[in-house]
């Protein structure tokens, strides 16, 4: 037999019972050859545009997922950032993209589509500012779409301005979204560093300097890990990042496979894998879980860092080792509100808003589906983004904040949104003021590691 | 026999030639696809296809009990699927049996064969799945 006995077991176990999934093979589709100076020509062109590549889009990643027996949670579209082929438009103008944008999602069958987004780390265009200042209306006024916006980056520093803004529309995405928990904010992120090819919605886009048209995949599996770690019992830290980096590769490998498969069915072009554990809010896909079989007590304990980078480590050599096409983020994401062991973690009061800012220096994201009162003053939450694009920034990596100031909440309450979102429990914040740090506006000048010619 | 990609971009350039100024899309792909025909080449994919084996892994377990082989095996021949290896353990009442199956003699899909099997699998209460042998190559061999 070509294959062991036992090689064939281990598939179907990761497979069937340790919940490795292919998170997401995500289209991403070019919208900068579809303006026109009439906004309802605009329109038609990207509805036309994104079914005409995104129509077979579920369908081929069903035949795909069938054919090798691995599912595909996810099937999802990002979009060049809206703010950069439609400079030109009003916020009204904006808004009505949107709405079209989640038309075209529902006729798909999609759940999310991504590239609400702009790029604005170094200054604003009139349309970036407009196209801002439309993104609670667009989350609140349509149900697929999400949105995101870098504002810092390592070759042009911190735009602090631009932070003060979105500290303003999260609280007023949280605002017009109360009845559902505050749940616009949770198809928002702020960005330091964003990838051009993530195809992890919410923060996914399309980047300017992709293709036409092109398919990444997203690959997860904190279960399977988690139980080749509780195999490999007591060994010494070496061995440990070893069990972690051949399991790793192994799941890695059949990513890229599907992300071929269901491009090479999409007749289009294949861009990046994208492995990052993902914990998602079933018992067991938690990375949390990962953290405590490595040896800490709970999430939150001294030592807790330093296992999360040994594991954000391991993840990226093992990715790199299986494939050369690796992208995105690349690492272990720690969302709270996906996570169970997380929010156990938070409610017996293990960890804190600020050691979870620590572990984010060393993840492959930031700070991720974190509920906190609703009444946060809105320079609190930009001293927050702030502080985690100061991470990003000055270590060369994505971060990124999605924060839900969970409306009429305080700390002990939950928003709870079901389904893949989870529910996230309300965690303190310092009551210490950074109104006049945040206030003086302007841009953090971008680091020394910046001058790298 | 089919022709490989070299010979058509041959016949391509040729046709282009041929037609000149008045080539358009359309008119070149007519005009290939029916060079293609007199030189014999069949018809010809123009879409990249699946060059990958058109083998299958069949993995089944579940309580021991007589009947289950005879049950997969029966299923599989009707399809005109070819065994060509097959490996099975017992470990105490729990039984495991692997096989490796060509389908691509069988005038099914796949995903019919995956429907016929998952419905003798529900029969004898037994779990079999049925995957591409490209998911096992990938992961265990480089």
Redesign the interface.
């Known amino acids: ?5 036992e ?6 176990r990761m497979t ?1 019972i340790e919940h490795f999934d292919i998170r997401t093979v995500t289209l991403g589709i070019s919208l900068r050859d579809c303006h026109d100076r009439n906004i309802e020509v605009t329109k038609q062109k990207i509805y036309d545009k994104i079914l005409r590549y995104g129509k077979n889009h579920v369908k081929n990643a069903r ?1 795909v997922e ?5 599912s595909i949670a996810n099937k999802r579209i990002s979009m060049t950032p809206i703010s950069i082929p439609f400079d030109s438009c009003t916020l009204e103008e904006y808004l009505e993209i949107a709405k079209t944008l989640d038309k075209a999602a529902e006729e798909i069958g999609i759940d999310y589509i991504a590239g609400y987004s702009a790029l604005v780390q170094k200054g604003m265009t009139n349309g970036e500012l407009e196209f801002i200042k439309s993104i609670p209306f667009a989350l609140s006024q349509t149900k697929r779409v999400c949105s995101s916006v870098n504002v810092a980056s390592t070759k042009a520093g911190i735009n602090m301005d631009a932070i003060r803004m979105m500290a303003d529309v999260i609280k007023s995405t949280a605002e017009k979204t109360k009845d559902r928990d505050s749940i616009g904010c949770a198809k928002l992120v702020v960005f330091a560093n964003a990838v051009e090819d993530n195809p992890f919605v919410a923060g996914a886009f399309h980047g300017i300097s992709e293709p036409e048209v092109v398919l990444n995949v997203g690959i997860s599996g904190p279960g399977v890990v988690l139980e080749a770690i509780k195999e490999a019992g007591h060994v010494d830290l070496q061995q440990l990042a070893e069990v972690i980096k051949k399991t790793i590769f ?2 890695t ?2 990513g ?2 599907i992300g071929r498969k269901v491009a ?1 069915r999409n ?1 289009v072009p294949f861009g990046i894998v994208d492995i990052s554990l993902a914990p998602t809010p079933a018992e067991g896909d938690s990375i949390a879980d990962i953290l405590k079989s490595m040896g800490v007590e709970d999430v939150g304990a001294p030592g807790t860092t330093a296992a999360l980078a040994m594991l954000n480590d391991a993840v990226k050599k093992a990715g790199l080792m299986a494939s050369s096409s690796v992208g995105g983020m690349s690492g272990a994401f720690i969302p709270v509100s996906e996570d169970q062991g997380m929010i156990r973690a938070v409610q017996v009061g293990h960890l804190s808003l600020e050691k979870l800012e620590a572990m984010t220096a060393v993840c492959s994201v930031g700070l991720d589906m974190i509920a906190i009162p609703g009444d946060t003053p809105v320079t609190t939450i930009a001293g927050i983004i702030a502080d985690e694009c100061a991470i990003g920034v000055i270590n060369d990596k994505t971060t990124a904040v999605r924060i839900i100031p969970a409306y009429g909440k305080n700390v002990g309450e939950f928003v709870d949104y079901g389904g893949l979102l989870g529910k996230a429990p309300v965690m303190e914040v310092r009551k210490l003021s950074c109104e006049n740090f945040v206030g003086r506006g302007g841009r953090i000048p971008a680091p020394m590691r910046s001058l790298t010619n | 026999m089919k022709l490989n990609e070299e010979e058509i971009r041959k016949i391509t350039f040729e046709a282009i030639q041929e037609l000149g100024s008045e080539a358009t899309p359309e008119r070149i792909k007519e005009a290939v696809r029916k060079k293609i025909g007199e030189t014999g080449g069949g018809e010809y994919n123009f879409k990249k296809g699946d060059v990958s084996s058109g083998r299958v892994i069949l993995t089944s377990f579940g309580l021991n009990k007589p009947g289950i082989v005879a049950g997969v095996t029966k299923a599989l021949g009707e399809a005109n699927c070819d065994i060509q290896d097959l490996t099975q353990k017992l470990m105490g009442d729990f039984f495991t049996m692997i096989m490796i199956i060509d389908i691509s003699a069988s005038q099914k899909d796949l995903k019919q064969i995956q429907e016929e099997i998952s419905k003798i699998a529900d029969e004898l209460k037994i779990k079999i799945y049925l995957q591409h042998e490209d998911v096992f190559r990938y992961m265990h061999r480089i």
């Open positions: 037999m070509p294959y062991e006995f090689e064939i077991l281990e598939t179907i069937e035949d069938s054919r090798f027996g691995i192994k799941i490998r059949a890229e496979l090479e007749n």
